[in-house]
Structures are given as C-alpha cells and as structure tokens.
C-alpha cells in the first residue's frame, strides 16, 4: 500500500514538472519555404512545396499532419493532407515536403498556350497540426519559364 503512495506521488510530480514545461510553451511558426520540380514532360510535373515549421521552444514538439490546397492559374489542382508525423526540435526548423502532380492539361488548354504566356500564379494554403496548436499558411508566387525550365518567385 505504501508503495502504491509513494508511485502514485511520483507521477504527480513528473506530471506537474511536465505541465510546467509547456505552460510557457511558445506557438510555433509555419511558412512556405520554396518549390522544386523533381521531374517535368510534355504532360505535366512532378512538384514538391516546401513548408518550414520552427519550434521557437527549448523541447521537442511533432508535426502531426498538413492539411494543404494548391491553386495554379487560378484554378485548385489539389486538396491533400498528410498524416505522416516528423518531429521537430526545440530551437529548431524543419522541413515538411508537400507533393502535387500537375497535369499541365487541368491549367491549360495546351502546352503551347503556357509556353506562350510563360508564367502562372500559383497559390498554397492550409495548415500544420501540432499539438493543439493549428498552424495556417497562404503564400502565392509564380511559376516562369525560363530557358526550358521552371522557376517560381514567392509574392
């Protein structure tokens, strides 16, 4: 029975240093990082948006999914989350990968009409989960052709 106490009295201890640790807990931070292009074609593109999450805190937290949207041309390509969790150290960045496969056929009538225009806005939206915090983001920028290649700048 006396040891029962004395565990019981243990965990409520551990449980209130751990409580005090996030009782100043800092809300992190979520922002679009940038965009590659891991292949192209004819047809279309494999991309992948690059989403930092820092951890202004002296601990750990996990990112537990990313719910995002992705509009090209003012047209929304996607809506996806992910629910592979990653973890992120305190004091520390990380980076979440977001892919899209973009049929050039949903944003353009032709290819041609692209290489005509060579540009496009794109725009991505949604949120990280961590912990009970929910974490927006809603950047835009554009997609350029150049010399055969795509770039992209951030508005």
């Known amino acids: 029975m ?3 106490v004395f565990l ?3 965990l409520l201890m551990n449980g209130c240093s751990s409580f005090n640790k996030y009782r100043n807990m800092q809300k992190p931070i979520a922002k679009h990082d940038s965009v590659e292009v ?3 074609d004819t047809k279309g593109a494999q991309m992948l948006f690059n989403v930092e999450v820092e951890n202004p805190n002296d601990f750990a937290l996990k990112v537990d999914s990313v719910k995002y949207e992705v509009e090209i041309g ?3 390509m996607s809506t996806e989350t992910i629910d592979k969790p990653s973890e ?3 004091k520390s960045k990380t980076v979440v990968q977001l ?3 973009l049929q050039f056929a949903d944003i ?5 009409s692209f290489l005509k225009n ?3 806005n794109y725009r991505l939206k949604g949120s990280a989960r961590v912990g009970v915090f929910s974490l927006p983001f809603d950047e835009s920028g554009e997609f350029k052709l150049t010399e055969g290649k795509i770039q992209h700048s951030k508005n």
Do not use: C, D
């Open 2 to 4: 006396l040891r029962n």
């Open 8 to 10: 019981i009295k243990a």
């Open 38 to 40: 891991k292949t192209i």
């Open 74 to 76: 003012g047209k929304k």
């Open 88 to 90: 992120v150290a305190g």
């Open 99 to 101: 892919p899209l496969t």
């Open 108 to 112: 353009f009538t032709s290819i041609g």
């Open 118 to 120: 060579e540009k496009t």
